[in-house]
């Protein structure tokens, strides 16, 4: 209000002229409002499933140190704090699948199943174990299909139901128990090799038959299943695995499990509502109690490209600011998980589904990883308050539990902005200031930040460029 009446005072006296690009700009105020509190954040993921992690095991020092980085460090990479794993279900590990733990089932549901383990889980669990190094403490196991042995269909992959959720009968008997244990199996083998596993999901996209592993349910059949899991999981000490459903294919189909699941009643049960973006994008917020995590998407469609910004495209880093912007900040999502952190140049045509292309022993990193750096300032466990104001600005804050305030700001002028950003509602006791940012040129760049006699931090960000501040409270 205050910057558009003394634009107008300005126009009645002086000359449009006056307002050339060497003028110094008006800086642009977004208000932080600490007393606003919205939703607890649980993190920004990737998944290196379908044998994507072995990409960066293959790879040789120093680059693979390098590509860790990249994903998990937090003052020099994207930060990532969630790893989506996949509980594999196929008999092979040919070609991408994931293989099971459970390659032959007993021949009746209650038989001792024989498990067997390679320790390797597809290169997940190396990675688990190099997350967790870098501190990363979120581990979201999700099965595509239980093994086949215990579908409707008989193979894990071509759709098929788990046997024994209504309207899915078998001749061999109700496979859910046994399905629960299994998950439980996979949860304990990760233990005992340092990986807290803390949310379980056991589909994927169950309203689309796959001809890779994939099982289908409905959120009615889903419950069925996540009443014998709830139990299990309480019974094995593990009632802090948190249960996640149903990784539909979009937004429109999950908020249906959603409330199927509600009426079912199974609703507390639940974790997370989980969902993917392909089918319906994200808009608005779900109707549910629980948590909701966007837990896979990317641009399937587009040709390889590190831009970050051409004309809008899908791939563009400019373009997943956007995205993980409106779904953190405009609809209430806890996690936002992008699909496969790296691919190989072969797989899909080389397409946008990765954030870094491993070409044998090179890589490439695209700008989409440096969109999702700029939210790695905001932690597991930070508040969501109200942030608003500037023209051309989508600002989004979050409190984090060490007391400091992170700010992402998206510029979405196509002109440089000086960005000057005032806490309201509360303090943050003899604050400093850091802010980075990223557009065409840079990545995640430490950028220097004024501050003002009332307190208000100042930087500039370029056109369609994107600004994190993280406003950190100094020594009592
Ligand atoms: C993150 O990168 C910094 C700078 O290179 C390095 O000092 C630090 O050890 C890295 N963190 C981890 C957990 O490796
Ligand atoms: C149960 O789990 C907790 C934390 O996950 C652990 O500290 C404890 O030792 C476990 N107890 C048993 C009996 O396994
Ligand atoms: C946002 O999600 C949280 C759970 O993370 C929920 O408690 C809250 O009611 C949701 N807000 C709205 C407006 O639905």
Redesign the pocket.
């Given at each position: 209000m205050y910057l558009s009446l003394s634009l107008a005072a300005l126009a009645a006296t002086t000359p449009l002229v006056a307002c050339t690009s060497l003028a110094p700009r008006q800086a642009q105020k977004v208000t932080i409002d600490l007393s606003k509190n919205y939703q607890t954040i649980d993190g920004f993921g990737i998944s290196a499933a379908f044998q994507r992690a072995n990409l960066i095991v293959n790879l040789k020092e120093p680059k693979q140190t390098e590509l860790l980085n990249l994903l998990w460090n937090t003052t020099t990479g994207a930060g990532f704090s969630i790893l989506r794993n996949g509980i594999g279900s196929t008999t092979d590990s040919n070609s991408d699948h994931m293989n099971t733990i459970l390659p032959k089932c007993p021949s009746s549901p209650d038989g001792t199943p024989n498990y067997v383990w390679d320790g390797k889980d597809s290169g997940q669990l190396w990675l688990s174990q190099k997350a967790w190094a870098y501190g990363v403490r979120t581990f979201y196991a999700n099965a595509w299909s239980a093994p086949g042995c215990m579908k409707t269909n008989g193979n894990d992959a071509n759709g098929g139901s788990l046997c024994g959720v209504s309207g899915a009968k078998c001749n061999s008997g109700d496979w859910r128990q046994a399905f629960a244990n299994y998950l439980v199996k996979y949860i304990q083998l990760y233990?005992d090799a340092g990986v807290?596993v803390t949310h379980v999901g056991f589909l994927n996209e169950p309203d689309f038959t796959a001809s890779y592993a994939g099982m289908l349910s409905s959120g009615t059949q889903a419950a069925d299943f996540i009443k014998v899991l709830y139990p299990t999981l309480q019974k094995n000490?593990?009632s802090?695995v948190g249960i996640n459903c149903c990784d539909g294919t979009g937004w429109s189909v999950s908020s249906q499990h959603a409330s199927q699941i509600a009426a079912a009643g199974a609703e507390n049960m639940v974790y997370a509502i989980t969902s993917h973006e392909y089918s319906s994008r994200i808009s608005g917020v779900m109707r549910t109690t629980r948590r909701v995590w966007q837990t896979e998407y990317s641009d399937l469609n587009g040709g390889w490209s590190t831009a970050w910004y051409s004309n809008g495209g899908a791939g563009d880093g400019f373009t997943w600011a956007n995205t993980v912007f409106n779904g953190i900040v405009q609809s209430n999502l806890t996690a936002y998980i992008f699909w496969e952190g790296v691919q190989d140049r072969a797989t899909n045509n080389n397409n946008n589904e990765k954030l870094i292309l491993v070409d044998g022993q090179s890589y490439t990193v695209s700008k989409r990883l440096w969109a999702f750096a700029q939210w790695r300032i905001v932690r597991p466990g930070a508040v969501r308050v109200g942030a608003s104001g500037g023209s051309n600005l989508k600002s989004g804050a979050f409190v984090n539990k060490d007391g400091s305030v992170a700010v992402v700001i998206i510029n979405s002028g196509t002109s440089a902005q000086t960005v000057s950003v005032a806490v309201t509602g509360g303090t943050v006791a003899t604050p400093s200031v850091k802010a980075w940012v990223t557009d065409t040129s840079k990545d995640m760049v430490a950028v220097d930040v004024t501050v003002a006699a009332d307190g208000s931090a100042s930087a500039s960000v370029s056109g369609r460029g994107m600004i994190s501040f993280l406003i950190t409270p100094g020594a009592a």
């Open positions: 233990a807290k000490n593990l802090d």
